[in-house]
């Protein structure tokens, strides 16, 4: 067990304290950092939404949340009741004119690192802001959090970013990705820039082609009225998938100081070939489940979901082509792919390496793979390298494809943290390189709008696909015409 050390006393205000995100995985994430003694016991836990409530009753609903979503035997009583006497409420409606701020400075100790974590939608971000700004509350030590999406495109991303821009310094900004807090995907810099083998292959002269997928089996889980909203494009490929695609493709940093971690992604996402909008239909593909089954439970589709009797245009899936305009990446193409309902829940990426120039071998003598590095997100977090072994034995030189195996919970024999257990720390210590710049976030939403627009300008709705099923055929289309076909460990 590595050695754990505490970070500074804080308080960390969550705005959203009812939602599902605090319940599910704020709450479980601060438990953990308590319970190991990362976070101090003095530091405390300060709940903010709407609803009436006293430190009891949340303290109540807390209680059940983590009952729920910590890991049986994870859950100590004496631990619990430590921490939850540590979590307190602030009932307050942060759009309101007559909103009374002034409960939180009888809270707040003005000593302390503060975290104003907003877990909430991002159209009251900017007026949350400046309820804080005018009642005094943020000081030199304070830091904001903001969940993504940022806004729903880039203007209105912009605004959000200029507006909280006003009250918070960029260096007291931290926009999570909570993706780039999974143990695998820093460990993508690990693998990159900490061994010497991979860089020299790293390049469209030995590699294909590159594969990202992110499959649910999830539907909306009650999040209907933000996710039809948003759709997959904006909840998932928007930042999760492109900061997986810019820290796969990126140059080596000259250091591991944030800015230059993020100085080299954002020439990834700004080396992104951009789609036109005659582009957009042969190189894009979105979906939308119909009822299914998934590890053969029947499962309802997405209108049922949603509880819409009308037609909804939102997709729950995507799948789409990318290339990164460099030297090293010229044409390699990158497939992406993300979605609801599918077989199964697995995050992955391959590198798919060239085929052989040439074989000695008597093609009869083996069923060919071309060499593949897999990384996986989850579950399972590790890698394989997909390689050719000769098959042992007398009988004649046979060949199979097999693969050397890190899986990294085995190596290790420990927990894995959650991402926000990770990220919440950082934000603490402020830590930035996990978090993403302003710049990013803009520069994603570039890439991402002619996309957007190109759909909403097209009548046509997201292709239906049953629940459990891999995508619309078209998604298969999409790799299948280059002659390449999606990881088959995934199908
Ligand atoms: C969130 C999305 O950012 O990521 C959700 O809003 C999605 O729709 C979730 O389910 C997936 O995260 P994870 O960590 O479970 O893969």
Known sequence: ???????????????????????????????????????????????????????????????????????????????????????????????????????????????????????????????????????????????????????????????????????????????????????????????????????????????????????????????????????????????????????????????????????????????????????????????????GAIAGKPVPGYLADLGADDPSGTESFVALKAEVRTWRWANVPFYLRTGKRLPKKVSEIVIQFRSLPFSIFPSEAAEWQPNSLIIRLQPEEGMRLGMMTKDPGPGGLRLSPTGLDIRFEKTFGMRFPDAYERLLMDTVRGNPTLFMRRDEVEAAWTWVEPILEAWASRPDQPRPYPAGSWGPTAAIALIERDGRTWHEDVE
């Open 1 to 291: 067990m590595p050695k754990i050390i505490p970070v500074a006393i804080f308080d960390c205000v969550v705005f959203g304290a009812t939602g599902d995100l605090t319940l599910r995985k704020l709450l479980p994430a601060l438990y953990y950092r308590f319970r190991d003694g990362q976070m101090p016991a003095q530091s405390r836990v300060i709940g903010a939404a709407r609803s009436k409530l006293s430190d009891e009753d949340y303290r109540e609903r807390a209680a059940q949340a983590l009952r729920k979503h910590v890991g049986v035997g994870d859950l100590e009583p004496d631990v619990l009741a430590s921490f939850l006497s540590q979590v307190h409420y602030v009932p307050i409606d942060a759009t309101a004119a007559d909103a009374d701020w002034d409960q939180f400075t009888v809270v707040l100790d003005p000593a302390r690192i503060r975290v104003f974590y907003l877990a909430t939608s991002p159209d009251l971000y900017g007026a949350t802001c400046l309820g804080l700004q005018a009642a005094g509350l943020v000081t030199e030590q304070s830091r904001v959090v903001l969940e993504k999406p940022i806004g729903h495109d880039l203007d209105s991303a912009h605004a959000i970013i200029e507006q909280v821009g006003r009250v918070f310094s960029e260096a007291q900004t931290f926009r999570i990705d909570h993706f780039l807090g999974k143990e695998t995907v820093q460990n993508l810099l690990a693998l990159r820039f900490a061994n010497t083998i991979f860089e020299r292959l790293w390049s469209s002269d030995v590699i294909d082609h590159v594969q990202i997928t992110v499959a649910e089996t999830v539907g909306l889980e009650g999040r209907g009225g933000y996710y039809d909203k948003s759709g997959a494009l904006r909840d998932m490929l928007q930042n999760h998938m492109l900061q997986l695609l810019c820290l796969i493709a990126m140059e080596p940093p000259v250091s591991l100081d944030a800015d230059r971690v993020r100085d080299e992604k954002l020439k990834v996402l700004r080396a992104l070939k951009p789609l036109e909008p005659h582009d957009v239909a042969g190189l894009t593909v979105r979906g939308q489940y119909t009822q």
